[in-house]
């Protein structure tokens, strides 16, 4: 049994030293992938280095760009384009505000259309705006007009009379031009009415686009 015990001990030894030499072999393996990828690692951290220091040198957006356009302009200049939405549809449209006529009272009593004492002591005034589809949708019975909100002077809001075809005043608003459909290339020209109390003048015309931009013609 001791004969055994010995050839048994005499044979593990190299079986343990082969072992050990293995695991050193795998050790000096796992090193070197070690520090292969340590090498990988820091090109990495030194190239995402450089893209933060190139993100970090680019311009940043200015956000004044992404807010609603506004602006201030004289009769006969054109705003925009400024979007439009009428239903499902979106369009860009060109505003101008082309003119502003003072009228004379007693041609409007003249056309029968309103009793003396509801407008006795005013002055007619005629507005007269045009409206260009540039790009976008086709409108089907789209009003920009309605978005248009005028002021007297002193701030108050004034509201347009609201016509139905040619009231026949003489040099007064004709008959609405408003399309059924304006697709882009088209446009129109329409005209609002006000009756403004003696002593007041208009102050201002703004129309708002659907991005809540506002543009604004001065009227005196």
Not at 12 to 34: F, M, Y
Not at 100 to 111: C, H, Y
Not at 144 to 165: C, F, K, N, Q, W
Request: hydrophobic share 35%; proline share 5%; with cysteine.
């Amino acid at each position: 049994m001791s004969h055994r015990k010995n050839l048994w001990l005499r044979a593990a030894v190299p079986a343990t030293v082969l072992a050990l030499a293995l695991t050193a072999c795998g050790g000096s393996d796992d090193d070197a992938s070690d520090g292969a990828d340590a090498q990988e690692t820091e090109q990495s951290q030194e190239q995402d280095g450089d893209g933060d220091a190139q993100e970090d040198d680019a311009p940043e957006e200015d956000d004044a760009s992404q807010e609603p356009s506004s602006g201030s302009f004289a009769l006969g200049e054109t705003a925009g384009p400024a979007p439009y939405e009428y239903s499902d549809a979106t369009a860009q449209l060109e505003i101008t505000v082309q003119k502003l006529e003072q009228g004379d009272i007693a041609d409007v009593e003249a056309a029968g259309v309103f009793d003396a004492e509801d407008i006795a002591g005013q002055t007619p005034y005629y507005l007269y705006v045009d409206y260009q589809h540039v790009g976008g949708e086709e409108l089907r019975y789209g009003r920009p007009g309605s978005e248009l909100r005028t002021t007297l002077a002193d701030g108050s809001y004034i509201p347009s009379v609201i016509m139905i075809g040619d009231l026949g005043i003489p040099g007064g608003c004709p008959a609405s031009e408003e399309p059924d459909t304006l697709a882009e290339g088209e446009g129109f020209t329409d005209c609002d009415m006000f009756l403004v109390p003696e002593g007041a003048e208009l102050g201002e015309t703004v129309w708002t686009g659907a991005d809540d931009s506002e543009f604004t013609w001065k009227l005196n």
